[in-house]
T-cell receptor
Framework: ETGVTQSPTHLIKTRGQQVTLRCSSQ?????VSWYQQALGQGPQFIFQ???????GRGNFPPRFSGLQFPNYSSELNVNALELDDSALYLC???????????FGPGTRLTVL | GENVEQHPSTLSVQEGDSAVIKCTYS??????FPWYKQELGKGPQLIID?????GEKKDQRIAVTLNKTAKHFSLHITETQPEDSAVYFC?????????????FGKGTKLSVKP
């Protein structure tokens, strides 16, 4: 059974640019959640996708957007990057909308 | 909305001792409480979870207790080993409710000294 994978592992961008992060869910999982983890903090919920539709959103501005594909993989897009967007972005998959969530290794984004 | 408080922020124990991490939550609708272990440079790993219809759950050296009345839950690690050193996060969600997202505490850095 393949676990949750994310790409890329590290990314450096400059302020104002746009970024796309990718996540492949664990085999058999149909729900993907994205979290932002600032240094020294717990993960914060960005949004969740279930069967290709957004199924809940945290307190993040619209420049954070996402997609889920028919194979349940997902993308997180962030437009107009700000310095405060520098963080570890985590993807978690689960078997249905509200079940145990298993995390990937994350993408470390640095905004200069 | 839900708020999760976690204590202590750092914990240092000798190998073989027990470690206890405590969390409180604010939303009485929360009914699912997982614990995650995060090692440096890695994503959080689910180590144990408990649902609100259960008061205690144990898995080898790890146990979790839940007090719904007081809205707090705790992680107990017995016979600690150096490989238990990591950051531990508690979380809460209203599993099956309007949103299934996890609300995390700020983490506890556990150091186990050989």
């Amino acid at each position: 059974e393949t676990g949750v994978t994310q790409s890329p592992t590290h990314l450096i961008k400059t302020r104002g640019q746009q970024v796309t992060l990718r996540c492949s869910s664990q085999s058999g999982h149909n729900t993907v959640s994205w979290y932002q983890q600032a240094l020294g903090q717990g993960p914060q919920f960005i949004f969740q996708y279930y069967r290709e539709e957004e199924n809940g959103r945290g307190n993040f501005p619209p420049r954070f957007s996402g997609l889920q594909f028919p194979n349940y993989s997902s993308e997180l897009n962030v437009n107009a990057l700000e310095l405060d967007d520098s963080a570890l972005y985590l993807c978690a998959s689960s078997t249905r909308s509200y079940n145990e969530q298993f995390f990937g290794p994350g993408t470390r984004l640095t905004v200069l | 909305g839900e708020n999760v408080e976690q204590h202590p922020s750092t914990l240092s124990v000798q190998e073989g001792d027990s470690a206890v991490i405590k969390c409180t939550y604010s939303d009485s609708a929360s009914n699912y409480f997982p614990w995650y272990k995060q090692e440096l440079g890695k994503g959080p790993q689910l180590i144990i979870d408990i649902r609100s219809n259960v008061g205690e759950k144990k898995d080898q050296r790890i146990a979790v207790t839940l007090n719904k009345t007081a809205k707090h839950f705790s992680l107990h690690i017995t016979e600690t080993q150096p490989e238990d050193s990591a950051v531990y996060f508690c979380a809460a969600s209203d599993y099956g409710g309007s949103q299934g997202n996890l609300i995390f505490g700020k983490g506890t850095k556990l150091s186990v000294k050989p």
